[in-house]
């Protein structure tokens, strides 16, 4: 009987099992999940095999993080190997291990490997373990791990749970197979060679490979999904720079140039400075400073350059342009502030502003058009606060009724300020709002780790879908 190389490493091992499934199968001869279903298929049509079951099970497979440290050792382990059992100072270590340092740095003191004294880290032991490298080995060999150890492997990124489909096999037949060809080149027809030659049959009914094909970002379909909202409701999208003026960014909108929000530790300064607007804004906005904060404006410190650190800083342009009514803009973009990276904080996210100028526009419609946004992204119930904000008054704080979490802070709104809206020469009533769009994000799609509305595994993102 003829058999392709591939069929034949599957019947040998099933030859020293008897029973086995598809996973062991892929395992032990290093074949792709995909090339041994087919196979299986084929020997099965060939009566040589029998599929005794097949079904989805949730499977762990290791990360790219996960193959990486598999490879190369854990950070701590890294560590370890940099410091050679001697003490170090802090910054030739950080030197050394680049990214790895801060998260080798944690794992290493948990584990009570190392401690800091000054600006040295000392070892303090002699030797070792770290479990998660063995359990990394056996999951790569198709081997089963205990349940604390999975949770350790899923809790620092190591694995992921993918669902996937297992077959049950068993060998019902033992034969001796002889090499068969798979391809019919050029140079066996021109010898005329094979005719001598037997060739592997063509199952057209087996499945093909699985191939990955590109799609686009979850998160940037949900942002997708919120423009399209918003358009749907009346309203346009504008735009501007990351880099802006403090001028727009804080001036404009009424914070005084002592704010803290102002001070380098809130916000990235970047170097050089920017050309303030021409015409009367300027002398407005100071006038307008001078009068009620009591102090002397500084157009010094309005032509500072920031990254953004909120998107208002896009609506407070438009503002500027002393736009006629009606007026309904939003912007959806990103921002940016010195933060802790972890779990719920990033130093850069994206953020929704919305303005609207209308004659008799009010609190009420105000408090309206925030019920429309967030019955139109899924949220029934909704109930308002009373809120500060240094640009708005009235203020509000806006909640969604989330399940199963609950009330949760969706959004900060008010009615635009006589002292921002006056400088930019705009008489009618104005009404502003901003809604954080990585965390609504997170509470929609049932994301746990903000970083991963930004990854780039493409395992993980097939995975993903927005409703």
């Known amino acids: 009987m003829m ?7 599957i019947i040998s091992f099933l030859k020293t099992k008897g029973v086995s499934n598809s996973q062991e199968i892929s395992s032990a001869t290093g074949l792709p999940p995909s090339t041994v279903f087919s196979n299986l298929k084929l020997l099965e049509s060939k009566g ?103 949770e350790l492997l899923l809790k620092r990124k190591l694995v992921e749970r ?67 909202l918003m358009v749907s409701l009346g309203f346009s999208e504008v735009s501007s720079d990351y880099v802006e003026l403090e001028f727009f960014n804080f001036d404009v909108l009424f914070q005084p140039q002592d704010h803290p929000a102002r001070e380098i530790h809130d916000s990235f300064v970047v170097k050089g400075k920017g050309r303030l607007p021409p015409g009367r804004l300027v002398e407005e906005v100071k006038k307008t400073h001078e009068t009620w904060w009591k102090y002397r404006w500084s157009p010094e410190v309005a032509s500072n350059l920031v990254m953004r650190s909120q998107t208002t800083a896009t609506t407070s342009r438009v ?32 953020q929704m502003d919305g303005l609207v100028i209308e004659e008799g526009f009010n609190f009420r419609s105000l408090l309206s058009i925030l019920r429309e946004i967030f019955r139109g992204l899924g ?24 399940d199963p979490l609950g009330w949760v802070e969706m959004a ?37 780790d903000i970083r991963d509305l930004y990854s780039s595994d493409i395992e993980y993102l097939r995975h993903r879908r927005v409703v």
């Open 3 to 9: 058999l392709s190389e591939n069929e034949q490493k």
């Open 48 to 150: 040589l095999v029998k599929i005794l079951k097949e079904e989805r099970k949730k499977l762990l497979f290791l990360t790219e993080e996960g193959r990486k440290r598999l490879v190369e050792g854990l950070p701590e382990e890294k560590l370890m190997m940099v410091l050679g059992g001697q003490p170090r100072k802090i910054e030739e270590v950080k030197e050394k291990m680049k990214e790895d340092f801060e998260i080798a740095l944690g794992w290493a003191r948990k584990r009570g490997w190392i401690e800091i004294d000054g600006d040295l880290i000392k070892p303090i032991v002699k030797e070792i373990q770290a479990p998660e490298r063995d359990s990394l080995r056996a999951l790569s060999k198709g081997q089963g791990i205990d349940h604390a150890s999975v």
């Open 162 to 228: 993918r669902e996937d489909k297992i077959l049950e096999v068993e060998l019902i037949k033992d034969v001796e197979a002889k090499p068969v060809e798979i391809y019919l080149t050029h140079e066996m027809l021109v010898s005329g060679d094979w005719e001598k030659r037997e060739f592997k049959e063509y199952n057209v009914e087996a499945d093909p490979p699985f191939l990955p094909i590109g799609r686009t970002h979850y998160f940037r379909d949900f942002i997708e999904r919120v423009k399209d």
């Open 319 to 350: 503002l500027s342009r002393s736009p006629g009514s009606p007026l309904r803009v939003f912007t959806i973009g990103k921002v940016f502030r010195p933060d802790a990276i972890d779990a719920t904080h990033l130093i850069e996210f994206h």
């Open 379 to 402: 949220v029934k119930e909704v109930k308002f606060k009373p809120g500060y904000f240094p640009f708005t008054e009235p203020s509000v704080e806006v909640y969604g009724y989330v």
């Open 412 to 448: 900060g709104a008010g009615l635009l300020r006589r002292e921002v809206t006056s400088p930019a020469g705009v008489s009618e009533p104005a009404g502003a709002w901003g809604i954080g769009i990585d965390r609504l994000a997170m509470l929609f799609l049932g994301v746990k």
